[in-house]
C-alpha cells in the first residue's frame, strides 16, 4: 500500500523559508512522479509543483523561482523547499504520487493527508 506521509509544516512570516517533507513508502519510489499540491480555504487544490523519475521538475507560475522541489531516492523522501513565502502561500499542503507524470492538472493516484501552511504579514 503507497503511503506518503508530509512534514515540515508550520507557521511563518511573509518573506521567510519552510521545508515540507514527504516520505513515500509502499512502492517504487525512484519510477514515480512526485508532487506538491496545496488548498486553501474557499479555493479549489492547485498544483504547485512536481518532479519526474527523471529529476525533471514543473512548477506553478505563482511559486516559479520562489520554490524548489526535489527529492532523495535513497531515502525515498520528496522536499519542497518554500522561500520568499507570501500571504497567499498559505494552504493545506498536500504530497501526491502516481505511476505517470502527466501535468500539475492530473487527478493524481496517491495522496498524503496533509500538512499546514500558514504564512502571516
Known amino acids: 500500500q503507497v503511503q506518503l506521509v508530509e512534514s515540515g509544516g508550520g507557521s511563518v512570516q511573509a518573506g521567510g523559508s519552510l521545508r515540507l517533507s514527504c516520505a513515500a513508502s509502499g512502492y517504487t519510489y525512484s519510477s514515480y512522479c512526485m508532487g506538491w499540491f496545496r488548498q486553501a480555504p474557499g479555493k479549489e487544490r492547485e498544483g504547485v509543483a512536481l518532479?519526474?523519475?527523471?529529476?525533471?521538475?514543473t512548477y506553478a507560475d505563482s511559486v516559479k523561482g520562489r520554490f524548489t522541489i526535489s527529492k532523495d531516492n535513497a531515502k525515498n523522501t520528496l522536499y519542497l523547499e518554500m522561500n520568499s513565502l507570501k500571504p497567499e502561500d498559505a494552504a493545506m499542503y498536500y504530497c501526491?504520487?502516481?505511476?505517470?507524470?502527466?501535468?500539475?492538472?492530473?487527478?493524481?493516484?496517491?495522496w498524503g493527508h496533509g500538512t499546514q501552511v500558514a504564512v502571516s504579514s
Open positions: 501526491a504520487a502516481d505511476k505517470g507524470c502527466w501535468g500539475l492538472d492530473y487527478v493524481w493516484t496517491y
Open positions: 518532479i519526474d523519475s527523471d529529476g525533471s521538475t
